[in-house]
């Protein structure tokens, strides 16, 4: 079938659309199936088992972020990040500053004007780091990596950026509006290698957003999980998932949109505070059309961000807007399955969302 396959921060107050200074811290200088493949790249170690390099940077990670209460009900709670170790601090240049915890930021912890957060997969991290580094997105403050005194992005498996202001609203139609102007910019991005990788056991957090990306769109929803070796769910809600994923997967059609590198997550990672510029903490990767990333937004707002059901025909003139919707639901219904960590009590929300999707098909 034709088109089917298949998170942190350094900074200062937000004063305009412009990155901020970032007060005394100088501002640093530097999965697939057929033709939308998606696949993701091998971590060089897992969590707790971080080694050192300027690659690096976990993001997909459910523990360590999920920044408003409608996302956590999707998981059970994680164990928080061990404070940053003292080395990690000086190597950063922050031997004088006391670490303080963060909810919002993937498990991050504030330096002043830095975060620093724990990583796992290290090509995502060198990949987002250097992205986030120079690109431009009118009317987006992005956090940029702060490398290490040696130049390094990670050391000991944490990674730095400017601190940024604001939290997670429901704001879902600005982060939508905030999705089309990344992804234009992101458009002129090369396909990074990790993204034509496939899920290897054994598998961590990476590893089923991949596999579930590709449930979307391969011919054979969840192929990538049975020749990744992993467990099919057992419990009523990720039996009931996988359900759902089947059903849905009847009414694809081929899309035509060309795939481009877009951020899947921009739910949480979308920052507000008050009139100042939005911020973004991170770039998630995905080999996605552009419509796509904004259908997983609408997807999470509807499900858990208690979005009014008039977001779905506001952004109706996007291309393909139905099937970018189904693949977008049925994302997120895989990630439901498959992750050890997901909440009874968010499947009723996904379940209410796949049947709205259906009827616009």
Known sequence: ??????????????????????????????????????????????????????????????????????????????????????HVRATFGLREVTPVPLNDWDGGWRCGDVVLSPVADHARAAWSAKVRETLKVDGLRLARPVRATDGRYVVSGWRADTYLEGSPEPRHDEVVSISLRLHQATSRLERPRFLVQ??????????????????????????SLRAGGAVLPTSPDGQRSMELIGQLATLRKPVHTPAQLVHGDLFGTVLFAGQYTPGLTDITPYWRPAGWAAGVIVVDALSWGGADDGLVDRWADLPEWPQMLLRAVMFRLAVHALHPRSTPEALPGLARTADMVRFLL
């Open 198 to 223: 496939p899920p290897v056991a054994p598998w961590v957090d990476v590893d089923i957003f991949v596999a579930a990306d590709r449930a979307a769109w391969e011919s054979v929803p969840l192929r």
């Open 1 to 86: 079938m034709d088109g089917l396959e298949n998170v942190t921060l350094v900074a200062v107050p937000i004063r305009s659309a412009a990155d901020p200074p970032t007060g005394n811290r100088p501002v640093p200088t530097e999965m697939v199936d057929a033709e939308h493949g998606a696949g993701a790249g091998r971590r060089e170690c897992e969590i707790g088992e971080r080694m050192a390099g300027e690659d690096g940077h976990r993001r997909d990670s459910v523990p360590a972020r999920r920044p408003n209460s409608a996302v956590d009900r999707r998981y059970r709670t994680a164990v928080t990040s061990v404070e940053p170790p003292e």
